[in-house]
Every structure is written in C-alpha cells, then in structure tokens.
C-alpha cells in the first residue's frame, strides 16, 4: 500500500502563484511515476502533469509554461508549482503515484481556487 498525504492547495487571485506538495508512504518502489490530475465541477478528471523517479516530466497543453512538476526522491515527495493561475485552473487537485501495472494510488485531494 502506498498512502498520498497533499497540501498546499488554497485560494488565490488570477495571475497568482501556489505550490502544492504531495508526500508519499508506505511501499515505495524506486521505479515510478508520480504526478498531478484535477477535476473540475462537472468535468472528468484530466492530467495536469507527471514525472519519473528518473526526472522525466510531462504536461498538459493548458498549463506548459506556467506549471512546474518536481520531486524530492530521498522525501518520496512531488510538488508542484503553479503560476500565472487562471480561473479555468480551479478544481480539486489529486496526486497520483503508479509503479508497474496494478500499482496505482491516488490522494484525498486539495482544492485549488482562483478568483478574477
């Protein structure tokens, strides 16, 4: 099992800046992808970004530019810093950690809000 414990959601103004963190437990294995998803009311969830154990990163067209996806491996910990927010970015915000083909966990979720 592995738990996702998130933080640093929150609300914000339109071109402001947030940083969210998500700290992972539990039975890590060193391969893996750990990443970031939100679902906004009425909408289906949809990837924001990801990245490997080995740096590789990924995003979704509507955030490249303005989103950076990092991690701390030694921490099992993913951030992920936003600026320039838009008030389309606004949903829950879920993190993910995938290792293999059964492995697959998600977080509780932050909710993410940012006003015009």
């Known amino acids: 099992q592995v738990q996702l414990v998130e933080s640093g959601g929150g609300l914000v103004q339109a071109g402001g800046s947030l940083r969210l963190s998500c700290a992972a437990s539990?039975?890590?294995?060193?391969?893996?992808?750990m990443g970031w998803y939100r679902q906004a009311p009425g909408k289906q969830r949809e990837l924001v970004a990801t990245i490997t154990s080995g740096g590789s990163t990924n995003y979704a067209d509507s955030v490249k530019g303005r989103f950076t996806i990092d991690r701390d491996n030694a921490k099992n910990t993913v951030y992920l810093r936003m600026n320039d927010l838009k008030p389309e970015d606004t949903a829950v915000y879920y993190c993910r950690y995938r290792s293999g083909v059964t492995r697959n966990y998600w977080g509780q979720g932050t909710q993410v809000t940012v006003s015009s």
């Open positions: 539990g039975s890590i294995f060193s391969n893996n992808v």
